[in-house]
């Protein structure tokens, strides 16, 4: 079966504090694609990072980080040095693209709030 | 979001009043989705098109009907409304030639009294 689980649903920090969100993921295939998306208050998707099963180097983007461990089916994100503009929803997805649809399997998301 | 319009942004509807949803699109990508987003349960996949004059069902597609009559455009219907599709739905396109990440219009929250 297809998952995505995002066990914390709410998340606070005080600014300037590391956090890590959770991602937890099933697939049926060995080829799959996961990704985060930020969902501000303004309420629209920006999409974050995309990563392929394959590919299980961790990745830096400026505060941002991700790691991806096949062994515990985990994609993790951990902002460093939090910020009052990292509030928002932040979403897991998978996608498994063998079974041509490329439709995006999402989480119930995180919500973070990031406190002055 | 550049590339993706969603007409449109907000609107209220009465129980059993029908209505149309619009994507548009100008980025000539073959794959379009819909995705309602509801409190506590991230976005679900209601309708999807792989080309022009297809589309297919996805996860919570009872209540809805779509139409791909041109590339650029994916429709979502709703042809008797019902308080349960009270929702944020969301477009999304994807080039899948050229293997980018879908991209997502900014939203259309639809209330339905």
Redesign the interface.
Known sequence: AQK?TQAQ?EISVVEKEDVTLDCVYETRDTTY?L?W?KQPPS???V?LI?RNSFDEQNEISGRYSWNFQKSTSSFNFTITASQVVDSAVY?C?LSE?FY?????I????TRLQVFP | ?AGVTQTPKFRVLKTGQSMTLLCAQDMNHE?M?W?RQDP??????IH?S?GEGTT?K?EVPDGYNVSRLKKQNFLLGLESAAPSQTS?Y?C?I?D?VGDQ????G??T?LSIL
Do not use: C, I, S, W
């Open positions: 995505v649903t694609y990704f998306y309420g629209e998707l999409f995309r979403f997805a693209p041509n649809t490329d439709k995006l999402f989480g119930t998301g | 979001n794959y989705y995705y506590g349960m991230g976005l679900r996949l999807y792989v297919a996805g944020v969301f999304a994807h899948r990440p879908q991209h997502f900014d939203g929250r």
